[in-house]
């Protein structure tokens, strides 16, 4: 059963890190484009990374670009994000997601299979 599990949300002041982690059950998360998502209240769900099957190319939202990092462990299974000089509208449900398809050297933010549960962000001081 395909499983998807993410942590390391949480309250942090602006300016401050976090690293959420996506953990991966059931498949073989390197074989599977990895998108990290997010939907603040009142928003809509947006695409914040990703990561290509395989080739591990990346892709990122222009918001966050320079500030957050994806990275993939193949060894733990985990998709990590890192989230560096965060900023109040940074707040939001944190998801991860994965589909089995994809370029292997590009990504993109549209028709994932697998959903996590979120994990809240939180940047206020």
């Known amino acids: 059963q395909v499983q998807l599990v993410e942590s390391g949300g949480g309250l942090v002041q602006p300016g401050g890190s976090l690293r959420l982690s996506c953990a991966a059950s059931?498949?073989?998360?390197?074989?599977?484009?990895i998108g990290w998502f997010r939907q603040a209240p009142g928003k809509e769900r947006e695409g914040v990374s990703c990561?290509?099957?395989?080739?591990?190319?990346?892709n990122y939202a222009d918001s966050v670009k320079g500030r957050f990092t994806i990275s993939r462990d193949n060894a733990k299974n985990t998709v990590y994000l890192q989230m560096n000089r965060l900023k109040p509208e940074d707040t939001a449900v944190y998801f991860c997601?994965?589909?089995?398809?994809?370029?292997?050297?590009?990504?993109?933010?549209?028709?994932?299979?697998?959903w996590g549960q979120g994990t809240q962000v939180t940047v206020a001081s």
């Open positions: 990561i290509s099957r395989i080739g591990g190319k990346t």
């Open positions: 059931g498949f073989t998360l390197g074989a599977y484009t």
């Open positions: 997601a994965a589909r089995p398809r994809g370029s292997l050297w590009s990504c993109a933010f549209d028709d994932y299979d697998y």
